[in-house]
């Protein structure tokens, strides 16, 4: 007896969960009234600067560069839908249809591109350090190996480190950027490292103006691309879309409006098909 | 299908596991059985400190232990535990991390194995004039124990995956070779097949030859 009490209570609970997400999800299609047609669009939601879930929206350069596609292709701002896609997923989540397009920090590299399709690149991204702003003896590349280094477990810029650009450095990975802040602050840690752009994100941050700057080193070339289905027609439309961007200045604004504050020395919009190895 | 293998070290990522999960269940058998001791002893402050202990730590998710070791301990405290470079340094901050938290299962295996000798048994030790340690040591333990070799076995094969968790802190075993092949090569669910495999690999003989011990070593009452 007392079992089935619970059951039903779970299952009201339940159900009243599916009938509250329900709610929130339907929102964007009552209001969007031409048709009730989406687009769904993987992005980051927790790099500053990039792609970051604020409590007012998403924010950050690559929300920008996806909006803006997004509205070429004809849907307005509340037809999309924001859906996480975390690094290691980024492929699986196009291969099943999860998403339409990914601009989550996606560089085009040979092995990605055997799985998915890339538009773009929109952005041309360096490998960088972010160091304490006071500190001067981090000046060329070379000193790294001297440096405690930190980066994120089992990235491209962590393993960058080890096998090439300052193998004798000694390296601290953590889960998430954000865990290797309070060291660099501390001076337990002399540098942070990952591509510029999203390091640039975390120097902007209002918590750490002024604290930090970035080394300006240009490790290695990582071209941010969209991701799209193998084979999918949206390839050559959102090309289309980033070419326009470039050429009405909105990328030089969206460039400006999210890492300005960082004194980023941002590259040029690259030419669409123009991958730097 | 399996070539990109060969690129990795994948041998060595998991005799490093074998490393932690050896080292941090010698570590934790020992400060295990201090715990169990403190629990059934007759001193109020240490069954005090015993008892707190076991309820605080097992409570505590491994990550936030293992991540305040290197956050807290390593780069607040400065304590780096006698090494100089980060990876000996996370090595050995995660075999702390893990020991301090699968002590706490340690001792509370050893302490149902306690229960399974009976009440009489240290009564008489006592009778006969024996201290507490000796009754602990010669006469209670050494059935307990014997009776708790199959909880044992399962505390053991959950630290031999929860060493997965000190690659939050960098410690290079098979959990972080497996992030750095997916950041790689795209191939999600080949790569972690292949880690599970390996995983199952070293705990299903954990499992059955400890189950194996258990039966021929359990006390005939």
Known sequence: MKLRKVSAASAAVLALALTATACGSDDGDDSGSSGGKKITIGIKFDQ???????????????????????????????QIEWKESKSADRETMLQRGDVDFIAATYSITPQRQEKVDFAGPYLLAHQDVLIRADDDKIKSPEDLNDAKLCSVTGSTSAQNVKEKLAPKAQLQPYPTYSA????????????????????????AQDQFKGKFKLGGFKLTNENYGIGVKKGSDLKDKINKALEEMVADKSWDKAVKDNFGPANYKNEPAPKIGDIKS | MFDFLQDYDLLGAFWTTVQLAVLSAVGSLIWGTVLAAMRVGPVPLMRGFGTAYVNIVRNIP???????????????????????????????????????????????????????????????????????????????????????????????????????????IGVAEAALLMKEMIENEAQLLLISAVIAFGFVVLTLPTGLILGWVGKKVAVKR
């Open chain 1, 48 to 78: 500053p600067g990039l792609g970051q879930k604020t409590p007012g929206g998403y924010e950050g350069f690559d929300v920008d560069v996806a909006t803006y596609v997004a509205k070429k292709l004809g849907y307005s701002e509340d």
């Open chain 2, 62 to 168: 491994l990550t936030v232990i293992i991540l305040f070791t290197s956050l807290g301990l390593n780069q607040t405290l400065g304590v780096s535990l006698g090494a100089n470079d980060v990876e000996t340094i996370n090595f050995r901050l995660a075999v702390l991390g893990l020991i301090l938290y699968t002590s706490s299962f340690v001792c509370e295996a050893l302490r149902s194995g306690i229960n399974t000798v009976p009440v009489g048994q240290a009564e008489a030790a006592r009778a006969i004039g024996l201290s507490f340690g000796q009754v602990l040591g010669n006469v209670v333990l050494p059935q307990a124990f014997r009776s708790s070799v199959v909880p044992l076995a399962n505390v053991l094969i959950a630290l031999i995956k929860n060493t997965t968790v000190a690659a939050a």
């Open chain 1, 180 to 203: 290797c802040l309070p060291g660099l602050q501390n001076g337990a840690i002399d540098a942070l490292t990952t591509d510029d752009s999203i390091l640039a994100g975390y120097a």
